[in-house]
């Protein structure tokens, strides 16, 4: 069980595949529009009800819970030695002497 106030995301579909403009690119138009948002649980509830949150602007919006206490997952990589080369280098052509 969540409790009430907790930090989560929930996810929703906008848009069905079908309802997609017809403008859009076709890998896009084939595809629902999705919306994954994160808010404060307005009532007590398990992992896939639907649920309401209320962001931090205030908005209270509808979607099915997915996760509690929901954390950044991406990074900017491994770490690449060469851009460390770069940056070594960089630094002594404009400021001269080593780094």
Same mark, same amino acid.
């Given at each position: 069980?969540?409790?009430?106030? /907790?930090? +989560?995301? !929930?996810?929703? *579909?906008?848009?069905?595949a ?9 890998? #896009? ?7 994954w ?6 009532k007590?509830?398990?992992?896939? /009800?639907? +649920?309401? !949150?209320?962001? *931090? ?13 929901? #954390? ?22 404009l400021?001269?002497g080593?780094?």
């Amino acid at each position: 069980m969540i409790k009430k106030n /907790e930090w +989560v995301q !929930v996810h929703s *579909v906008i848009l069905n595949a079908e309802q997609r403009a017809p403008q859009v690119p076709d890998d #896009t138009k084939s595809v629902p529009l999705e919306m994954w948002i994160k808010g404060y649980l307005m009532k007590d509830a398990e992992l896939g /009800e639907n +649920v309401t !949150v209320k962001t *931090v602007t205030g908005r209270l919006v509808e979607g099915k819970l997915v996760q509690a206490h929901p #954390t950044f997952r991406h990074s900017f990589g491994e770490f690449v030695p060469e851009i460390l080369e770069i940056d070594q280098t960089v630094r002594r052509e404009l400021f001269g002497g080593d780094y």
